[in-house]
């Protein structure tokens, strides 16, 4: 299903290009990526009303350099390229790209010195976010600058006639000052995108497509208790009611009380069949011992395949899987190499095996994490769960730092409560992204009661961003600060000492593993 109108993103291997992708969705144009070589009878085929070459981390001279055809510059079709994309346009088009001295990496300043449909409205100066290493030292024939930088003499250029524009800087980071503003000057005055793009729309002909599929046979799902796969749960069940069976497997690394609390939201309060399984106990099994992240995700997906095999093969006559596989999914799946370095592996991505024989169903394949909470609230579920901070999916697993066991979780999970407690009594919780606990493989010495105690040390972590792609940690006010820490400690067995982490996102991730 795609909308009347299409932007293309071409995948040249920059951590934003989801980014760029979600910020054309913001503005009510719907966009898709695909990897920078793809075909130009592909392209052709998608009839796209834009293209937007992304950035990436290579020079242009590089060996393994990534280039789409130079035919997409043939195309007749409005084309913006961003870092790397300008520096490929101006390779292709008989420009001059040489390697900087130095790399430009982070905060600059452009000055606008030219005239610009792309840059009009936006000041004369101007904070941007950049990260190039090549540059360009004369731009193509028939393209004018429109923009320098001290590090950049050509930080940006047009060709009107050609329907061409580069920026040597990342319009889709919020640290760009004037970045929507200039997205939207390319979306709609120069490549005349209209804004229809539509997620009412987009329910009801999901709604049409699934019922078409299923007819009459039955439909299985895996719900999490997460938004991603209780909202393709809910679209499916929409669609096809009393044929559709979710099943939730309790994994033993949930928040606390998570079990209960999914099948009530499911079944009591959303009428949805739903079949729980207490499987605690077997990933425990599986858990123990290890302490590599990768290993924790690993064995976690594995099992739960497993889980739902048994179960899946109980319901007679399923043909449909549902799956809350997300367009960022879709997206790392099909990249170039590189194309957003694999910092660890996402277990859900891949899906259930083929064995299975079932046809797989991915209602939400389409959305990003934004579009599915909309989407989710228009399906009846309640605000406060849809915006709930993001929770990984191998679970406490990869905040329990070490071996996982029960005893662990338990500890973990009752100081995690007490942190959301808190942050949501301050009016907090919608100012943060992502908040939790996590608890680390070190004893510290403490006195508690006046007595020596050897107890475990959680770290609190709260950051602030609006894409995941870069963080910055949460400014926590101290008063709240002492409320978690204090009544972590005096509450939850097990832990004499609270720390707060105050790294941002780079160099750091947000989750610990």
Known sequence: MTS???????????????????????????????????????????????????????????DSA???????????????????GMQLTAYFLDGRVEAASEREYGRAEIEVIAESPLLDGTPARQQVWASHGDSILAAPPGFRVTARSDNAPIAAFESESRKCYGIQFHPEVTHT???????????????????????????????EEIRAAVGSKKVIAAVSGGVDSSVAALLVAEAVGDQLTAIFVDNGVLRKNEAIQVVSRLSEG???????????????????????????????????????EEEAKRIAGAEFL???????????????KGPSAVIKTHHNVGGLPEKMGLKLIEPVRELFKDEVRRLGIELGLEEEFVWRH???????????LGEVNAERVEILQNADEIVIEEIRGAGLYRQISQAFAVLLPVRSVGVMGDERTYENVVAVRAVSTTDFMTADWFRMPHDVLDRIARRIVNEVRGINRVVYDVSSKPPSTIEWE
């Open 270 to 308: 959303l009428g949805m069949h739903i079949v729980a399984v207490d499987a605690r106990e077997r990933f425990y099994e599986k858990l123990a011992g290890v302490e590599d992240p990768e290993v924790k995700r690993k064995r976690i997906g594995n099992e739960f395949i497993a889980i739902f």
């Open 4 to 62: 009347d109108q299409t932007v293309l993103v071409l995948d040249f291997g920059s951590q934003y290009t989801q980014l760029i992708a979600r910020r054309i969705r913001e503005q009510k144009v719907y966009s898709v990526v695909h990897p920078c070589d793809l075909a130009p009878e592909k392209i052709r085929a998608l009839a796209p009303k834009a293209i937007i070459l992304s950035g990436g981390p290579q020079s242009v001279y590089a």
């Open 66 to 84: 990534p280039y789409c055809s130079r035919e997409v510059f043939d195309l007749g079709v409005p084309i913006l390229g961003i870092c790397y």
């Open 322 to 336: 549902v799956q809350g596989t997300l367009y960022p999914d879709v997206i790392e799946s099909v990249s170039i």
């Open 390 to 400: 993001p929770f990984p999916g191998p679970g406490l697993a990869v905040r329990i």
């Open 177 to 207: 000052e004037a970045g929507s503003e200039i997205l939207r000057n390319f979306l709609f005055h120069i490549a005349g995108c209209t804004p229809d793009w539509d997620l009412g729309d987009y329910r009801r002909r999901k709604v």
